[in-house]
């Protein structure tokens, strides 16, 4: 399974908030946004926090997506 922020940056478009102002309203290191940006695996603390910040909940932010079978770069 991949993972997918699509919807974190849909929730960050609806209630106007940039990148750098989720960081430190979440106290998240700028490492862990690159890794979201990426759509990279995150601890479970930083997705906590971003849904702490933004008063949502995880599947609110985060989506599992399966990889494809012709996916070989894992």
């Not at 991949?2 to 750098?20: E, G, Q, R």
């Not at 979440?26 to 849904?51: F, H, Q, Y």
């Amino acid at each position: 399974m991949a993972v997918n922020y699509n919807k974190l940056w849909k929730l960050m478009i609806d209630k106007n908030i940039n990148k750098t102002e989720l960081t430190h309203l979440a106290g998240i290191s700028t490492n862990a946004m690159a890794k979201l940006g990426k759509n990279e695996d995150v601890r479970l603390n930083v997705l906590e926090k971003l849904c702490t910040s933004l008063d949502c909940k995880l599947d609110d932010i985060v989506e599992f997506v399966p990889e494809s079978k012709n996916d070989h770069s894992k």
